[in-house]
């Protein structure tokens, strides 16, 4: 229930408005990643996301244009069984081919310009990544203090913690993290409840922002003018 992947044939064509490059990282034995790199004539920098757990890049490719606009460069993933990406999936996995797409950057761009963001499923990887490493920042929107939290939510009756294999514990990560963090999250989200995220607050980190949207639901907060504003400020 966790995970809603769209398969794509290899030979399908991605059509965005924005310069990209497509590509295929091989980023373990039998696994290739596929990814598209947007790029922008002078950039203020670069994003690292991680999208959410439906759909493809043929859908997150259009979402991630947002931000090309704003004159970053971004490259945006789909995780294995996504899209054209193979691979078994596994937190593990998650882990190892985030590392593998932010050592890529690495490469090409100054770490101090490399953004992490990630939305709904994709916070935790990029809390992961930010804890492992030293970006320029890290932005949440609708992150979730643990996936067991958010399950023993939905499913108060069930033993959730010794059925799912996928934790991805947020706040254990956030704690190791330096860099500022920005927190995007609506009050009337019904699939990741704000009091989840909310619970990140109690970490007490000086380096947290956390930005509350009065209205928001979970897939809607480009919507809001709190949400703008806020990119505005940390997306100058």
Sequence with gaps: MLFFPTVLEQDY?????KPFEELFLKT????????????????????????????????WGWIAEYFVERQYDVLIMDYRTYGKSTGKLSEPALYNDARYCYDYLKARY????????????????????A??????????ETPY???????????????VETLLKYKLPTHQYLEEVSCPITILHGTDDVVVPISSAEKLLKLNKENLN????DGGEHNNLIEFEAYHRTINKVLP
Aim: proline share 5%; net charge negative; hydrophobic share 40%.
């Design 13 to 17: 064509v991605f059509e965005f408005s």
């Design 131 to 140: 804890s492992q490493s030293e970006p320029n920042q890290l932005i949440l």
């Design 110 to 129: 100054a770490e101090k310009d490399i953004t992490l963001y990630g939305r709904s499923l994709g916070t935790g990887i990029a809390a992961y990544l």
């Design 28 to 59: 373990d034995n039998d696994v290739v990643i596929n990814a598209i790199h947007f790029k922008t004539e002078n950039p203020k920098g670069v994003i690292l996301y991680f999208h959410g757990n439906a759909g493809d890049l043929s859908r």
């Design 210 to 213: 956390f930005i509350s949207i």
């Design 145 to 159: 203090y643990s996936i067991t939290d958010v399950a023993k939510t939905r499913f108060p009756v069930l033993p």
